[in-house]
């Protein structure tokens, strides 16, 4: 009877073993629906029996990322932008610099340009001032020269022109002294026919 009793008792177990199980009834051992059915149970990260978990390894992982954050990427971030901004206030103070030396440069050449201009002023004045005068005192040669030919060239007429009148007193005195034998067949002294000759040049 006891051997009876345990037999039926497994064929019990092993009858409700067999038993399918209900629509949505999970089975205990597993945990899972049977195979061919669909559970109606919340999806998983929805379901608030996983939240303890989830916000577990969210702060882990956000512990993880704050640490990589701020150890590694954080300073190397750091480091380039540190490395660019030394980098532009060097170019900036280079170029304040280049800008310096320029505003020098322009200022230096415009000082000289206004001293080559003044000085070439002065020289163009120096030299109209001497040309002026050089021409001034060749004027002043030439005419000096030009009246000594002049006191010359008269000097020369006069005494041509004293020679010449003399010549003609002379020629006058022939040409009456020849006119007069032929008109009244005389002679005539020369004193008469010279101060003939000058009373008919002085009227």
């Known amino acids: 009877m006891f051997v009876t009793a345990a037999y039926a008792q497994s064929t019990t177990t092993e009858g409700e073993a067999h038993e399918p199980a209900a629509a949505g ?16 149970g919340v999806f998983p990260p929805f379901d608030s029996s996983h939240f303890a978990s989830q916000l577990l390894w969210l702060a882990i992982t956000f512990g993880l990322f704050y640490l990589l954050m701020s150890k590694v990427i954080i300073p190397r971030i750091g480091g380039i ?40 002023h ?28 002049i006191t010359a060239a008269e000097t020369r007429i ?21 006119v007069v034998k032929q008109l009244i067949g005389g002679t005539v002294t020369k ?12 009227n």
Not at 25 to 40: N, R
Not at 85 to 104: T, V, Y
Not at 130 to 145: L, Q
């Open 25 to 40: 009834e999970v089975h205990t051992e597993t945990g899972v629906a049977p195979e061919g059915e669909h559970g109606t």
């Open 81 to 120: 932008l540190e490395t660019r901004h030394d980098r532009i206030a060097q170019d900036l103070d280079e170029a304040s610099r280049l800008k310096g030396e320029a505003d020098a440069a322009i200022a230096s050449y415009e000082q000289e340009l206004a001293t080559a201009k003044a000085k070439g």
């Open 122 to 149: 002065s020289i163009a004045d120096t030299a109209r001032e001497a040309a002026k005068a050089k021409a001034s005192a060749d004027r002043t040669a030439v005419e000096a020269d030009l009246a000594k030919k």
């Open 158 to 178: 006069a005494d041509i022109k004293s020679k010449a009148l003399a010549d003609v007193g002379a020629i006058a005195e022939e040409t009456a002294t020849a």
């Open 191 to 202: 004193a008469e026919i010279a101060a003939a000759v000058k009373a008919s040049a002085g």
